[in-house]
């Protein structure tokens, strides 16, 4: 009876945790047919406060990107400003938990949209954009992203984009970038930058998981790191579970501390056949042999299972402030630090 009456307690204290915590998800890749009115019941099943939404596919132009905008600031609209708000400041985070909303975070995933116009990134920061990742995957104008054979590091133009988005207040994202592009951006960026999705290349060499000396330095400038639930960041074939991907947040946080360590899972709301087969087709040397109902680990298929994750912490006896910190607050931190 003592060992039922202590699992009932910690199930307990998880749902209270979780209830009260502020909850970024710091990456989520749903596109614009599957970003619909019906995804606000999974949302607030997920007891989210705030999640980063990529709005523009990695290869849309400037005038693509702005019809992918204007398709998701309907969808919010059409659920209503009572149950979900576009945050454009970390108090207007604080804010959505007081009054039980979602606050969605607007993002890009490459820097293909500006071309090689730099003023644009004003239009997008006007525009409520408020995290860019500089590359997606390949070369662009700014820097080689992490499937490039030959990583030159950041461009000449990458150079003034970089000091830019400090000016501005976004984000830098390093999720995708190639090694030195990563380090030349760390090295340059005046401001903390994040790996909004990622794990550790030391657990399992995927192309897109950091080395350690990225995760470090990314650390050392005050960032944080989401940890991605993408089953082939963690093996070659075999499924992943949710015990994988805590294991992942307990190497990040014994390696760099847990005020760097976050949630940032890179899911897809309603991922069909369809969607997973096109993903698989552009980019082989990322989605590997997983088909689309093994892509996420067993125990994190959707954004309905976010509890999961403030249980499992419970359980490995993390401490409320710690868990707090990784569901959110280390997030928060960095957004008041570089949104304006």
């Given at each position: 009876m003592s060992t039922i009456s202590s699992m009932d307690r910690e199930k307990e204290k998880a749902m209270e945790l979780h209830k009260n915590s502020i909850i970024v998800q710091a990456l989520d890749f749903t596109p614009e047919d599957k970003f619909t009115p019906e995804i606000y019941p999974a949302l607030k099943a997920s007891g989210i406060t705030a999640m980063n939404l990529t709005i523009s596919r990695p290869y849309y132009n400037f005038q693509e990107t702005l019809l992918s905008l204007y398709h998701y600031y309907s969808v919010i609209e059409d659920i209503g400003s009572q149950k979900i708000q576009v945050c454009k400041t970390a108090?207007?985070?604080?804010?959505?938990?007081?009054?039980?909303?979602?606050?969605?975070?607007?993002?890009?995933?490459?820097?293909?949209?500006?071309?090689?116009?730099?003023?644009?990134?004003?239009?997008?920061?006007?525009?409520?954009?408020?995290?860019?990742?500089?590359?997606?995957?390949?070369?662009?104008?700014?820097?080689?992203?992490?499937?490039?054979?030959?990583?030159?590091?950041?461009?000449?133009?990458?150079?003034?984009?970089?000091?830019?988005?400090?000016?501005?207040?976004?984000?830098?994202?390093?999720?995708?970038?190639?090694p030195q592009t990563t380090m030349d951006a760390l090295e340059l960026s005046e401001k903390p930058c994040a790996f909004t999705h990622t794990c550790a290349k030391a657990r399992f060499d995927h192309i897109r998981n950091k080395t350690n000396d990225q995760l470090q330095a990314l650390s050392d400038k005050g960032g944080v790191i989401g940890i991605a639930a993408y089953s082939p960041f963690y093996h070659h074939t075999q499924r992943p579970t949710i015990e994988d991907y805590l294991d992942q947040i307990d190497y990040v946080a014994e390696l760099v501390g847990v005020d760097h360590v976050g949630i940032g899972l890179d899911l897809v709301y309603n991922r069909d056949p369809a969607f997973h087969e096109n993903v698989k087709k552009t980019y082989p040397e990322v989605v590997m042999s997983y088909q689309w109902d093994t892509i996420y680990p067993e125990g994190l298929e959707n954004i309905t299972k976010l509890p999961s994750i403030t249980q499992g912490l419970v359980n490995r006896g993390y401490s409320n402030r710690d868990i707090k910190k990784i569901l959110g607050t280390n997030f928060l931190r960095l957004f008041e630090k570089i949104w304006k």
């Open positions: 108090e207007d985070i604080k804010k959505a938990k007081q009054s039980n909303q979602v606050a969605i975070i607007l993002g890009l995933q490459n820097m293909k949209p500006i071309d090689d116009k730099i003023q644009l990134l004003t239009i997008l920061s006007k525009l409520g954009i408020r995290i860019i990742q500089l590359t997606y995957q390949n070369r662009n104008l700014v820097g080689d992203g992490c499937n490039e054979k030959n990583d030159c590091g950041l461009t000449r133009f990458g150079e003034k984009v970089v000091p830019e988005m400090n000016r501005l207040g976004l984000l830098i994202d390093l999720s995708h970038v190639g």
